[in-house]
């Protein structure tokens, strides 16, 4: 699944999401579609898919899919999120024309980046600086 592959990747190739749990124990703070739990140290990331979309082929079978995800950084240094920021962007365009958790990329658009200082959430009240990729993958199904 591409999920775990990215996952994976990340996990490999950004090393800063490293912190402590609440109970003190190592953990990759990258999260799928969400926190429950204030996160003890940051920098963390959040990420989702919002949208799948399939264009059909000529006989009506599915000839490729276009997902759409979002990834969500928080941290409390902003030059150290523009600088997080700026290297998943740089993995994330380099994994068209690879295989990622089995799935064959052929292409990725990272569509939007920016910075923000979150409201009415539990970050802003932390301080913590939020930066935003949303970006759509193309892929064949198997």
Known sequence: MFENGLFNIIKTNIPDF???NNNGDAEYQLFYLGVFDPVSTPPYAIFERYKRIHEMDMK???RQFISGYRIEIYDKDSWHLLDLQQRLR????SLAWTTVGGIYVEQIEVEDDFHTIPNEKLESKLRLYQGVLDFNMYYTPE
Do not use: D, P, Y
């Open 18 to 20: 490293w912190g402590t």
């Open 60 to 62: 009506s079978k599915n």
């Open 90 to 93: 740089t993995l994330l365009e």
